[in-house]
């Protein structure tokens, strides 16, 4: 997948989209407190593909949902092109997430009674721009779908209602791509398919994309696989094979809490 192995030369590649700054994210309060994530510092380079792993309940999800402006964090600074997501009001935050970020889940969240370019069309719709046909169209030949743009999705397989996700998530150009198990839902070779048009992304497009991942295949399209453990960083890799990284969450697993 990636051919580099030095972490810090890697981290020096670009500028940051997502800044991550001594983010803390607590639920409940007193005794019954969860703490999901413990001073977590981290970069995104632009251009890059990360991966997110760890074992469960090591504070993935709320690492993706902090960076992506989903949830606030309780203490800490979430940064993305310049811009502190938690010095936002909701309105600001809300409209940031619509033109500057986009999101790819394991459920495909596609709306059936919609043809594939009318799901894709969807955000400006909702942004209350008029969408031009062709940049739909377009969008839809990135991901290798211009022939399905009148299919509703129970027209089509589930990797090509994936591929309609990730347009849709295309459609407004983001500057950062997260995905939550975007292959969770797909057989093996047609997650694979999807993984290679991310990379793709990433390599031709400079798209930054951002991945949650329990899958070591899937961690290895990454440039860097990022391991969280009880809410903190707990290492990095780049440029690994699927066999180290799973080598790397057998022992993360096997650790005594």
Same mark, same amino acid.
């Given at each position: 997948?990636?051919?580099?192995?030095?972490?810090?030369?890697?981290?020096?590649?670009?500028?940051?989209? &997502?800044?991550?700054?001594?983010?803390?994210?607590?639920?409940?309060?007193?005794?019954?407190?969860?703490?999901?994530?413990? +001073?977590?510092?981290?970069s995104f380079p632009e251009g890059t593909f990360t991966a997110v792993?760890?074992?469960?309940?090591?504070? +993935?999800?709320?690492?993706?949902?902090?960076?992506?402006?989903?949830?606030?964090?309780?203490?800490?600074?979430?940064?993305?092109?310049?811009?502190?997501?938690?010095?936002?009001?909701?309105?600001?935050?809300?409209? #940031?997430?619509?033109?500057?970020?986009?999101?790819?889940?394991?459920?495909?969240?596609?709306?059936?009674?919609?043809?594939?370019?009318?799901?894709?069309?969807?955000?400006?719709? #909702?942004?209350?721009?008029?969408?031009?046909?062709?940049?739909?169209?377009?969008?839809?030949?990135?991901?290798?779908?211009?022939?399905?743009?009148? %299919?509703?999705?129970?027209?089509?397989?589930?990797?090509?209602?994936?591929?309609?996700? #990730?347009?849709?998530?295309?459609?407004?150009?983001?500057?950062?791509?997260?995905?939550?198990?975007?292959?969770?839902?797909?057989?093996?070779?047609?997650?694979?398919?999807?993984?290679?048009?991310?990379?793709?992304?990433?390599?031709?497009?400079?798209?930054?994309? &951002?991945?949650?991942? %329990?899958?070591?295949?899937?961690?290895?399209?990454?440039?860097?696989?990022?391991?969280?453990?009880?809410?903190?960083?707990?290492g990095e890799m780049v440029g690994a094979s699927a066999d180290d990284?799973?080598?790397?969450?057998? +022992? #993360?697993?096997?650790?005594?809490?």
């Amino acid at each position: 997948m990636c051919g580099r192995t030095d972490i810090e030369q890697w981290g020096q590649m670009n500028k940051d989209a &997502i800044q991550l700054r001594s983010v803390t994210r607590r639920y409940g309060s007193g005794d019954s407190a969860v703490t999901a994530l413990d +001073k977590v510092s981290l970069s995104f380079p632009e251009g890059t593909f990360t991966a997110v792993m760890g074992p469960s309940g090591s504070g +993935k999800s709320t690492l993706l949902q902090c960076a992506a402006g989903l949830d606030r964090p309780t203490s800490g600074s979430v940064v993305v092109g310049g811009t502190d997501l938690t010095k936002l009001n909701e309105t600001k935050l809300t409209l #940031l997430r619509r033109e500057r970020i986009g999101f790819v889940f394991q459920s495909f969240n596609l709306l059936p009674s919609l043809t594939a370019e009318q799901n894709v069309a969807l955000p400006l719709r #909702l942004a209350g721009r008029r969408p031009a046909r062709a940049q739909v169209r377009e969008v839809l030949e990135q991901v290798g779908l211009g022939d399905r743009a009148r %299919h509703r999705p129970t027209e089509m397989s589930g990797g090509q209602q994936q591929r309609v996700a #990730l347009a849709r998530a295309l459609i407004t150009r983001p500057e950062v791509l997260f995905g939550d198990e975007p292959t969770g839902a797909l057989d093996s070779q047609t997650g694979r398919e999807v993984l290679k048009l991310l990379r793709g992304m990433v390599d031709a497009d400079g798209q930054t994309v &951002i991945m949650v991942t %329990h899958d070591p295949v899937s961690a290895s399209y990454a440039d860097r696989i990022v391991f969280l453990v009880d809410g903190r960083v707990n290492g990095e890799m780049v440029g690994a094979s699927a066999d180290d990284i799973a080598t790397r969450m057998t +022992k #993360l697993e096997a650790a005594p809490c």
